[in-house]
């Protein structure tokens, strides 16, 4: 007989666990999917998943597309741990990329080693000054930070077509939507030849480590946290929740705009309609696979970006349609959600020995 | 004797030769970039419809569909050409640069680009079709099946392709019909049929009964139908879609080009090119006319189907003025490729503003 329990405290181990348990279950899932679909599941499933990883440039693609939802997924940890939620980094990241763009294309044709901090710098700025909306309108005005934070990625997006339509267009681009492409300068180094991987790279990485920081060894790290457990507590301990507020939606801010400089001036070179395949919603799951915990998010952002790579190779190889990679990701985050019940309550098998 | 042997060994190299180069036409591998799903019923399914043309000859194709114009579109067009395709066609005009950037690292690939100008390297053509052509026709329809002398248009992105658009649709109404108005939505998108259904029904509330489109899905002309006023379809025949609206469609016919390119990659005859193809060379194809338009009307616009197809009527014969009343095309002049490349003005007679 099996009989569901309640626990008496969520279990930390199954808390790290089912986000294994979760890919293990959309492994299966996407399996029996192409299966249905008349292809052979372990052949997708390989071309899904090894393939395209496979050899050296697979694999810095692999790092390339996982840096961005690293990045942003741990600026939004700092959210999230701290009951703000923040789903408008998608916009934060498009807006970060605009004002960086249009300091790059302040730079059009000039050199100098100190064109690209002040450009980085620019697109942290403008993620920080979008997130700082919802921020300051949750804390004076009480206003829902999920309805605004979401509504302003899509006034971004206007924005962002505005001006490559418009002002920013390229004058011998024939009016075509994008802008000029960025002097060298501004743009990030590649870290080896041939390969498209560069040094954005180390801005999640340097994000993972001071964020790993924060949480466990400051102040703010443990507002954040007794925040996240219960509101009325973090307001008895007596801790200031707007100055929090503000500054965890500034931190996620600053990540989602750096998150857009590293492709505006990584592997685009300028600014057009099209700057990020929605990695600012994608980054949303890869924070809750990776448990919220820095080092959780790299694993997290390395297994969500191969869904993007996979999906490709799968169409290419197999004509598998390459919208299975957006099923994969929807399954992930589905299987960790279901499988979070196991925080709660265990299965107990009763043995029927009498 | 020895004539003998040198004439056969000549020949058997010949043969040996040309077997070769039969096996090598063979194996030629077309690759096709899409941005949106196959199943759009617009843009990315004729080119499809395309694709599967180069099939139907013998080629073996691949398509990798939904291809964001990010930083993606270099790394799905990096591994088409690792992975053994002779010939890859990118279908939207944002894939301009990495089409360039992937061109050069692989000079033994040969790369298409639609819709875009930047041919860098000696292994990138580029092709697009005079879809104005297409609409010189809708143009001449709408201004004679229209009864409130409004005309609405569900226009994408202020770009030339689409000004152009308008503007040749405006003009062939103007001339059947001199008090037409035409009326511009800007959706600001290509394919969101939520976007496009609430445009057409803008211009639907403001009196339009006849609207045109210069976006992808069939959202508009299935509003019209519900509206009771006329649509025509956009790409491919939208009929279906739609059968009292739809008056006739533009298609967009990729199939021709498609062969005709991969067969010269087959043949080593491939060499750059810039094509941009109308009506004339079957690249722009109009649908069958609806019955509800008068019969006079259809033999009308067949007429000036088979004269824009043999150049005896340009979409864009002088005079041309802008909306300030500025001479833009003399009399008896033509619109040069240079001017329709970088058409960002209104012609007079459309209402309205270019967003800037």
Known sequence: MIKIVKRDQPSRAIFFFTPVL??????????????????????????FFIVPIADKYGFSELLLKATPLCLIAIGLSFCFKSNNWNIGAEGQLTFGAIVSGGVALLFYE???????????????????????????????????????????????????DYLVVGPWSNPEGFNFPETRQFSDSAKLPLLFEGLRIHAGIFLALAAVVI??????????????????????????AGYKG????????????????????????????????????????????????????????????????????????????????????????????????????????????????? | MHKFLIRSFVSSLVLLFSLTVAAVAKDVKAAFVYIGPTGDHGWTYQHDVGRKAVEAAGFKTTYVEGVPESADAERVLRQLA??????????SFGYMNPTNKVAKEF??????????????????STYAARFYEGRTILGTIAGTMTKSNVIGYVASFPIPEVIRGINSFTLAAQKVNPNIKTKIVWAFTWYDPGKEAEAAKAL???????????TDSTAIVQMAEKAGVYAFGQASNMDK???????????????????DRVKAVANGTWSQKDTWHGIGDGMVVISDLDSQMPADLRSKVKKLQADLASGKVHSFTGPIYDQKGNLMVAEGKTADDGMLAGMMTYVKGVEGDIPK
């Open chain 2, 107 to 124: 000079p033994n690939v040969k790369f298409e680009h639609a819709t875009g100008y930047k041919r860098e390297h000696p292994n990138v």
């Open chain 2, 241 to 259: 879609f739609a059968p009292k609206a739809v008056l006739t469609s533009v298609e967009n016919n990729w199939g021709p080009y498609y062969v």
């Open chain 2, 204 to 214: 639907i509330d403001q009196g339009a009964d006849v609207i045109a489109q210069h």
């Open chain 1, 22 to 47: 979760a890919i293990f279950l959309t492994l299966v899932a996407g399996g029996l999917i192409f299966f249905i679909l008349g292809f052979k599941p372990f052949e997708a499933l390989k071309f």
């Open chain 2, 82 to 91: 690792n992975s053994g395709h002779d010939v890859i066609f990118t279908t």
């Open chain 1, 110 to 160: 000039q050199e100098g080693f100190y064109i690209l901090p002040i450009v980085i710098l620019a697109g942290a700025i403008g993620g920080m000054l979008y997130a700082s909306i919802p921020a300051i309108l949750k804390t004076y005005f009480n206003t829902n930070e999920i309805l605004v934070s979401l509504m302003l990625v899509y006034v971004s997006k206007l924005i962002l």
């Open chain 1, 211 to 236: 964020s790993w920081f924060v949480f466990y060894k400051t102040y703010l790290g443990f507002q954040m946290k007794v925040s996240g457990f219960s509101l009325k507590t973090a307001r008895y």
């Open chain 1, 242 to 354: 707007k100055k929090m507020i503000i500054l965890v939606f500034l931190i996620s801010g600053a990540c989602a705009g750096l998150a857009g400089v590293g492709e505006i001036t990584g592997p685009i070179g300028q600014l057009h309609r099209e700057i990020s395949p929605d990695y600012g919603f994608t980054a949303i799951i890869v924070a809750f696979l990776g448990r919220l915990h820095p080092v959780g998010i790299i694993f997290a952002s390395l297994v969500v970006a191969i869904t993007y790579l996979g999906a490709e190779t799968a169409q290419i190889f197999m004509q598998i349609p390459k919208y299975t990679g957006q099923v994969f990701q929807g399954m992930i985050l589905f299987f960790l959600l279901a499988s979070d019940y196991l925080l709660f309550f265990k299965i107990k098998f009763i043995g029927s020995k009498k």
